[in-house]
């Protein structure tokens, strides 16, 4: 059974950093690319990154651009998302997603893209 499981959500000040975690199981992990999203209240869900299978290819969100990195170790099924400079604006439900597809050097921050979800981490970014 496909499973996602994100971890290292919470309560950080502006200007301060996280490091989310993704744990998976139930799959092949590095034969699928892996993205995170996030959901604000009122807002639709957006795509934050993604990396590769092989963690060759990486895209980012422009909102994140220079703040947040994303990092995958396929040894442990395991996928990152480092996140430094936090602002308000960041305060969201993150979430990992496993891609529908095994293409490989491919990443996508579509929705439909993505067909296994976890429940979800919340950061909040708040002084």
């Known amino acids: 059974q496909v499973q996602l499981v994100e971890s290292g959500g919470g309560l950080v000040q502006p200007g301060g950093s996280l490091r989310l975690s993704c744990a998976a199981s139930g799959f092949t992990s590095n034969g699928y690319a892996i993205a995170w999203f996030r959901q604000a209240p009122g807002k639709e869900r957006e795509g934050v990154s993604c990396?590769?299978?092989?963690?060759?290819?990486?895209t980012y969100a422009d909102s994140v651009k220079g703040r947040f990195t994303i990092s995958r170790d396929n040894a442990k099924n395991a996928v990152y998302l480092q996140m430094n400079s936090l602002k308000p604006e960041d305060s969201a439900v993150y979430f990992c997603?496993?891609?529908?597809?095994?293409?490989?050097?491919?990443?996508?921050?579509?929705?439909?893209?993505?067909?296994?979800w976890g429940q979800g981490t919340q950061v909040t970014v708040s002084s």
């Open positions: 990396i590769s299978r092989d963690g060759g290819g990486t």
């Open positions: 997603a496993k891609a529908r597809n095994t293409v490989t050097n491919w990443v996508s921050l579509r929705k439909y893209e993505f067909n296994a």
